[in-house]
């Protein structure tokens, strides 16, 4: 395959998340002076191969070639038209980001409650552990401390505390990395609900900053957006309204030419308004979005705001954070 300087980008990502040679020989079994070789451009890879590296530091395919236009380019404003005629373009339809699949070995949080919580976790709190003990690397020990967060956050209830502390090496990681890709964002939107609220704040606006390179592309645009999303939701959740209400005023002031968007405002101030004591306008609000959805015939976005209207307004199953991912 032609490597156009991505040994020199992949160089660059994989020091950038603090990964050494060492680890990704390990996690890829190829040895360390082939992966030295291929990033200073003096040795050829199977794709096989590349796309065993690129798992290893956490980064997908269509992630890498953008950081490879953007490397020479960094103003341009990317569509997915100037990576279409790639040779690799087949690749793509693997599985944006493989190197998640360790966080996802429940189908959903929201299957969690106080009386299966132990049943399902802490079988995966032991597997994971093992891992972690057997194959040690930051990445196994967030897997590892995800679901133990996940455990306390059944066990204690909404307010983040001992979770807060397990976090803290998430936190830490995420705060140093130069720049946020796709497992960064994604490990904030699976943390973020275990920190506590001034933290979460904090973090979040170093997000919207670091993504910021990524989110020139089409296919990525939306990443501030549904950062903001995850986020407002989560502060409603645990009953933060003053940290909710900020959050919203940075939805309204983002950029956006996406309609989409900016018909979903409507929704989340009326989201806002239900949890704020405000359920008659609130309720008003979500269904001008369900029907500006209905108006331009987009109908299973509007079922999909409906069917979480319902949860919201309903006080027993009013507990619901959503992950745009």
């Known amino acids: ?4 300087n991505y040994g020199q980008v992949y160089r660059q990502l994989r020091q950038n998340r603090e990964i050494t040679l060492a680890e990704v020989a390990h996690e890829t079994d190829l040895s360390k002076s082939f992966i030295s070789r291929f990033e200073r451009e003096q040795t050829e890879i199977s794709l096989k191969n590349f796309l065993k590296l690129l798992n290893a530091i956490n980064v997908g395919y269509l992630e890498f070639f ?8 960094p103003e341009v404003k990317l569509t997915m038209k100037i990576l279409d005629d790639d040779p690799l373009k087949l690749a793509v339809g693997l599985q944006q980001a493989p190197f998640m699949q360790g966080f996802a070995k429940i189908s959903t949080v929201s299957a969690l409650n106080q009386q299966n919580y132990r049943q399902i976790l802490q079988p995966l ?4 552990e093992q891992i972690y003990r057997q194959h040690p690397s930051k990445q196994h020990h967030f897997e590892w401390l995800f679901y133990r967060c996940l455990y306390e956050v059944n066990r204690t209830g909404r307010e983040p505390n001992q979770t807060g502390i397990l976090a803290q090496p998430v936190r830490h990681y995420l705060q140093n990395v130069d720049n946020w890709g796709l497992y960064e964002i994604y490990l904030f939107q699976f943390f973020a609900m275990m920190l506590p609220a001034a933290e979460n704040l904090r973090l979040l606006k170093i997000g919207i900053k670091k993504s910021r390179r990524l989110s020139v592309v089409r296919n990525f645009e939306h990443i501030p957006f549904a950062l903001l999303i995850t986020d407002f939701t ?6 933060n309204y003053q940290q909710a209400n900020e959050v919203l005023t940075m939805m309204k002031e983002l950029p956006t030419e996406n309609a989409t968007n900016k018909i979903n405002l409507y929704f989340y101030e009326g989201w806002y308004e239900i949890k704020h004591g405000q359920p008659k306008k609130g309720q008003q609000l979500c269904q001008k979005a369900i029907q500006l959805f209905q108006t331009l015939d987009l109908n299973e976005t509007a079922k999909s705001l409906q069917a979480n209207l319902d949860v919201i307004c309903d006080e027993k199953r009013g507990m619901l954070i959503i992950l745009k991912l």
């Open 125 to 128: 709190i032991d597997e994971s």
């Open 1 to 4: 395959m032609p490597e156009e």
């Open 66 to 73: 953008t950081e490879t236009v953007l490397k020479d380019r």
């Open 234 to 239: 989560i502060f409603l959740f645990h009953e």
